[in-house]
């Protein structure tokens, strides 16, 4: 073992969801390094606890997990579980974790893109197979901000890409199938005979998984265990650039599904997930479901599915995601949280049993099954209920709305903002907020404006400047927020959302529903004087 002398970095602070950083910035010397000691100096892992490492296979991936198995060897972590070849989807990870690990650490940068320009990133899990709270996010941050040292075992060389066990000095190398106990896992909570069915009736989908990790998984539970046609699943080899693309299921970045499920041989399903495989979109024959309304129709549907046949015991979103499912939670009866952007904040309700499902406008659903959100989850949950109901996506969305209201919703990406006009918009509405309530915008009174704060109700830990709401008595919303996991400049993030009761507004444009909302939300924060953007980067 060796003790490499450092200098601390001191940028090394973790955000919505781990340390994300350009690539470069990841190959300089002892960069990584610092970064993992402090993670698990931090963690305290006891010596017979286990390890799970694992990351989405983006440039850099194999090489950093070579070097992680070698720091814990030589902090003195005796057992580390690694996906074969390097992989693990982030719910994977989840899953593995919480077969009694003590922890994990996955490498990824999510929806970014990867390669030598692209972006890379890393995050360390808990026991409960969840993102480590911010409390411990915060202490690392400072751990790496004074670390002069780091340790580093010296190894025999090892194959990620044979699966089994490796005895080597010191540590036990478990190389494991990245996929075969999560597709177990699923195969336990949904009803594969039916969704078998579906597809041996003719139903087809297409899956795209954008060159990144949910390939082969997508492809093992897809078109092997549930007999879709060969073919369903596209751009399903994780690559470490992702193919140049952007693997990121919105509108904007997954054209080629899009071009395909809104044109004239549209199949019935459409599905996509991103770099790291916890986001999904979902999109019916020429129909996008939003992630909000995503969330709405599987908490009021979750009866349908095996797992969650015993109904749900609360729901939770981000504060950011609009209220539709809150409409659902008030019918059956149910508590509904709303928490700070970003999954950490949901281990508490899931351990404590207070939620069974969650999720987030940003294309992340998920639930108690493991710690994180989960794309391939999210798909065979919908497969689940259109098996179940006999009918198509867009029928069961608009059946939904007719039910509970349809809460029309949009969100304004700017990114690569330089960070002072970032800054000063998020200062302008500070200052605005006191002077909100009471006044009229587009015809709606706003009834309340706060700097978003969340207190934890299981630990009482309090998160506060989350994002700032203006909230109007009609039930519209108007929220801004800066992202935590860009890595050029700021993004903005505007939110507008309007309800709608009435049976005959329930199926207008998004855009022409919320045209003045979004008009007044823009002319609020001042956003086209202060970061000279006419438009934002993406809709979604
Ligand atoms: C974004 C999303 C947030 C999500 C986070 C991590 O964070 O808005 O909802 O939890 O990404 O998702 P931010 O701070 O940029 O708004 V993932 O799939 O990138 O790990
Ligand atoms: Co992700």
């Known amino acids: 073992m060796q003790i490499v002398s450092t200098s601390p970095f001191a940028d090394q602070r973790p955000g919505t969801s781990g340390l994300r950083k350009r690539t470069p910035v990841f190959q300089q010397p002892h960069y990584l390094e610092n970064f993992v000691q402090a993670l698990l100096e931090e963690a305290a892992l006891p010596a017979d606890a286990t390890l799970v490492v694992g990351g989405d296979g983006r440039f850099l991936n194999r090489e950093a997990i070579v070097t992680i198995i070698r720091m814990a060897a030589g902090n003195g972590i005796g057992h580390v579980v690694v996906g074969r070849g390097g992989l693990l989807s982030t ?40 993102p480590a709270p911010e409390s411990y996010t915060n202490a690392v941050a400072a751990r790496a901000a004074a670390l002069t040292s780091y340790r580093i075992a010296e190894l025999p060389a090892f194959d990620l890409d044979v699966q089994g066990t490796v005895e080597l000095p010191g540590i036990t190398i478990d190389v494991v199938d990245p996929v075969e106990a999560y597709a177990s896992l699923m195969e336990s909570l949904f009803d594969f005979d039916a969704i078998r069915k579906l597809f041996a009736s003719g139903f087809r989908m297409r899956m795209d998984s954008m060159h990144a990790i949910t390939g082969p998984y997508a492809v093992e539970i897809l078109e092997r265990r549930l007999g879709a046609a060969a073919g369903t699943v596209i751009n399903a080899v994780p690559l470490p650039d992702f193919g140049g693309g952007h693997p990121d299921p919105n509108l904007t970045y997954a054209h080629e599904l899009v071009e395909e499920m809104f044109g004239a041989q549209a199949l019935d399903f459409g599905a996509a997930s991103d770099g790291d495989g916890d986001r999904n979109m979902i999109l019916g024959q020429r129909f996008f479901v939003t992630p909000s309304d995503s969330l709405a129709v599987m908490a009021a549907n979750a009866t349908l599915v095996p797992g969650y046949r015993a ?3 609360g729901v939770a979103r981000s504060m950011p995601t609009s209220a539709a499912v809150d409409t659902v939670a008030t019918a059956l009866g149910i508590p509904c949280f709303e928490t700070p952007t970003g999954w950490k904040f949901f281990g508490n309700l899931l351990d404590a049993g207070r939620i069974t499902l969650c999720g987030e406008e940003s294309f992340g659903t998920g639930s108690n099954h493991v710690r994180e959100k989960d794309g391939l989850w999210a798909v065979l949950f919908w497969l689940n209920i259109v098996a179940a109901r006999g009918e198509s996506v867009e029928q069961i969305v608009r059946a939904h709305w007719a039910t509970y209201g349809r809460n029309y919703y949009t969100r304004y990406d700017y990114e690569a903002v330089p960070s002072d006009a970032a800054n000063g918009v998020m200062a302008l509405l500070r200052d605005r907020l006191s002077s909100l309530p009471g006044s009229v915008l587009t015809g709606r009174t706003v009834q309340a404006a706060d700097d978003f704060s969340y207190t934890d109700p299981i630990d009482g830990s309090v998160s506060a400047k989350q994002g700032i709401r203006v909230l109007f008595t009609d039930g519209a919303r108007i929220v801004y927020r800066l992202s935590g996991t860009g890595t050029e400049g700021a993004t903005i993030r505007v939110y507008i959302e309007s309800k709608e009761t009435a049976s005959d507004r329930l199926g207008m444009e998004t855009a022409e529903a919320l045209r003045d909302l979004v008009a007044a939300a823009l002319e609020l924060a001042e956003i086209v004087e202060r970061t000279g953007r006419e438009a934002p980067t993406v809709i979604t």
């Open 311 to 313: 109904g749900l015991a």
């Open 91 to 130: 719910p994977a990870a989840s899953h593995l974790i919480r077969q009694g690990a003590a922890g994990g650490i996955i490498l990824s940068a999510s929806h970014n893109p990867g390669g030598p320009d692209g972006d890379f990133g890393i995050k360390y899990n808990t026991a409960n197979g969840g």
